[in-house]
C-alpha cells in the first residue's frame, strides 16, 4: 500500500505502522530538533540552534525544559533512567540527575588523551553501562550548532567510554560519524556516517561522500568486520532505533527509512522536511515520536525500541 504519507516497499510494513492516517504534528515553531527521548511520561527533545531543551507531554503540549542546553544534540537514558547528552557547546557527554536543572550533571567524557572531543552528537548506552557515542564536528564548524573552534582530536572517532571510566576511541575511519544503535541482542553496532551533509543547515548533499550507516561486530569493547549495511537516499542518516526484531528505523531526507535486519527498505514514512531523529515511546512504548527539522511527528506503530529486550531494561526507553 502506498499513500501520500507512507510508502509500503513489503507488506510487513502495514504491520508495523497505522498508515490509515498522516503522520500527527505534535509541536512545531522551532529551528532544528533534534535528540528526542521519553521520560517520566514526557517527550524531551533539543531545539540546537535555539540552545534549548523542550519537553511535551498530552497533557501540557510543548513547553520549555531547560533554557541553556549548550546546543545539547542527542539523548538517552541510562540503566538507572536517566538522561545521557551530547552537548556540542560543552563538547562533552553529560548525564542529567534532573533535565531541568543544568548544574544537576556528571561529566561521562569530555577528552581524549588530554585533547577536547569536537562536538558529540548521539549516544546509546550498553546493558553493561558503557556509554557509546559519536564525535563529529558539527558543533564547532560554525555558530548554529556550538562555538567555532579547531578541532584538537584531528578526526572524527566513534567512542566508548567504559564502565570503569576510561574512554576508548574504538572506529576511527568515519567522515561524520552520527546516529547509533545496538541490535537486540548488542553483537552489532550500527553506525551512521552523514559526511554528505554540507554544512549545518543542509543545502546541499554531495554523494560522493558517505551518505550510509555501517554495521560492526562488537566483542567487549572492539568493534570489527565493519561493513556498509545500508546506503540512504535521498539525504543522508542521522538519527536512528533499531527495534526488538532488529528492525532498523532511521532518519532520511524525506521521513523515517524502514530497513530489515539485512538491510533491505521495508517502507516509509514520509515526511515534508528533512528528518533528525526518532524515538519509541508513549505510554506503551510503541509510539513513534520523529524530530524533523522545526516540528515534531507521532506516529502509532507495534514495535518497541530493542533496548526493551535486553535483561536489566525493562520499561525503560533508550
Same mark, same amino acid.
Given at each position: 500500500?502506498? %499513500?501520500?504519507?507512507?510508502? +509500503?516497499?513489503?507488506?510487513?510494513?502495514?504491520?508495523?505502522?497505522?498508515?490509515?492516517?498522516?503522520? #500527527?504534528?505534535?509541536? &512545531? @515553531? /522551532?529551528?532544528?530538533?533534534?535528540?528526542?527521548?521519553?521520560?517520566?511520561?514526557?517527550?524531551?527533545?533539543?531545539?540546537?540552534?535555539?540552545?534549548?531543551?523542550?519537553?511535551? %507531554? #498530552?497533557?501540557?503540549?510543548?513547553? $520549555?525544559?531547560?533554557?541553556?542546553?549548550?546546543?545539547?544534540?542527542?539523548? !538517552?537514558?541510562?540503566?538507572?533512567?536517566?538522561?545521557?547528552?551530547? #552537548?556540542?557547546?560543552?563538547?562533552?557527554?553529560?548525564?542529567?540527575?534532573?533535565?531541568? &536543572?543544568?548544574?544537576?550533571?556528571?561529566?561521562?567524557?569530555?577528552?581524549?588523551?588530554?585533547?577536547?572531543?569536537? %562536538?558529540?552528537?548521539?549516544? $546509546?548506552?550498553?546493558?553493561?553501562?558503557?556509554?557509546?557515542?559519536? =564525535?563529529?564536528?558539527?558543533?564547532?564548524?560554525?555558530?548554529?550548532?556550538? /562555538?567555532?573552534?579547531?578541532?584538537?582530536?584531528?578526526?572524527?572517532?566513534? /567512542?566508548?567510554?567504559?564502565?570503569?571510566?576510561?574512554?576508548?576511541?574504538?572506529?576511527?575511519?568515519? =567522515?561524520?560519524?552520527?546516529?547509533?544503535?545496538? +541490535?537486540? =541482542?548488542?553483537?552489532?553496532?550500527?553506525?551512521?556516517? +552523514?559526511?554528505?551533509?554540507?554544512?549545518? +543547515?543542509?543545502?546541499?548533499?554531495?554523494?560522493?561522500?558517505?551518505?550510509?550507516?555501517?554495521?560492526?561486530?562488537? =566483542?567487549?569493547?572492539?568493534? %570489527?568486520?565493519?561493513?556498509?549495511?545500508? $546506503?540512504?537516499?535521498?539525504?543522508?542518516?542521522? @538519527?536512528?532505533?533499531?527495534?526488538? #526484531?532488529?528492525?532498523?528505523? !532511521?532518519?532520511?531526507?524525506?521521513? *523515517?527509512?524502514?530497513?530489515?535486519?539485512?538491510?533491505?527498505?521495508?517502507?516509509?514514512?514520509?515526511?515534508?522536511?528533512?528528518?533528525?531523529?526518532?524515538?519509541?515511546?508513549?505510554?506503551?512504548?510503541?509510539?513513534?515520536?520523529?524530530?524533523?527539522? &522545526?516540528? *515534531?511527528?507521532?506516529?502509532?506503530?507495534?514495535?518497541?525500541?530493542?533496548?526493551?529486550?535486553?535483561? @536489566?531494561?525493562?520499561?525503560?526507553?533508550?
Amino acid at each position: 500500500m502506498t %499513500s501520500p504519507r507512507f510508502i +509500503s516497499v513489503d507488506p510487513l510494513f502495514g504491520t508495523f505502522v497505522d498508515t490509515t492516517g498522516a503522520p #500527527e504534528q505534535i509541536a &512545531d @515553531g /522551532y529551528v532544528w530538533t533534534e535528540g528526542p527521548v521519553w521520560l517520566d511520561g514526557q517527550l524531551f527533545f533539543n531545539d540546537i540552534p535555539n540552545k534549548r531543551m523542550m519537553r511535551w %507531554s #498530552e497533557a501540557t503540549g510543548a513547553q $520549555v525544559a531547560l533554557e541553556n542546553s549548550e546546543f545539547a544534540n542527542g539523548n !538517552t537514558l541510562d540503566l538507572s533512567g536517566r538522561m545521557v547528552s551530547c #552537548e556540542h557547546g560543552g563538547r562533552r557527554v553529560i548525564r542529567r540527575h534532573d533535565p531541568t &536543572d543544568p548544574g544537576a550533571v556528571d561529566v561521562i567524557a569530555g577528552h581524549f588523551e588530554g585533547r577536547r572531543l569536537n %562536538s558529540p552528537n548521539d549516544v $546509546v548506552v550498553c546493558s553493561d553501562g558503557s556509554v557509546w557515542f559519536t =564525535d563529529p564536528p558539527y558543533g564547532i564548524n560554525s555558530d548554529i550548532e556550538g /562555538y567555532p573552534a579547531q578541532s584538537e582530536i584531528g578526526g572524527c572517532y566513534v /567512542y566508548c567510554a567504559a564502565p570503569d571510566g576510561t574512554l576508548h576511541a574504538v572506529a576511527t575511519d568515519f =567522515d561524520k560519524p552520527n546516529g547509533l544503535a545496538f +541490535s537486540p =541482542d548488542e553483537s552489532r553496532l550500527y553506525v551512521a556516517d +552523514s559526511g554528505a551533509i554540507k554544512g549545518a +543547515s543542509f543545502p546541499g548533499i554531495d554523494y560522493d561522500l558517505p551518505h550510509h550507516i555501517r554495521v560492526f561486530d562488537v =566483542d567487549g569493547l572492539t568493534l %570489527s568486520n565493519g561493513r556498509v549495511f545500508a $546506503v540512504i537516499a535521498p539525504g543522508v542518516p542521522d @538519527g536512528f532505533r533499531v527495534d526488538h #526484531e532488529g528492525f532498523v528505523w !532511521t532518519s532520511a531526507l524525506d521521513g *523515517v527509512h524502514c530497513l530489515s535486519p539485512e538491510g533491505a527498505l521495508i517502507g516509509k514514512i514520509r515526511l515534508p522536511q528533512q528528518t533528525s531523529n526518532l524515538c519509541f515511546g508513549g505510554t506503551d512504548g510503541q509510539t513513534m515520536f520523529i524530530t524533523s527539522s &522545526d516540528r *515534531v511527528y507521532r506516529v502509532h506503530t507495534t514495535r518497541r525500541d530493542a533496548a526493551h529486550v535486553l535483561a @536489566g531494561r525493562k520499561g525503560k526507553q533508550l
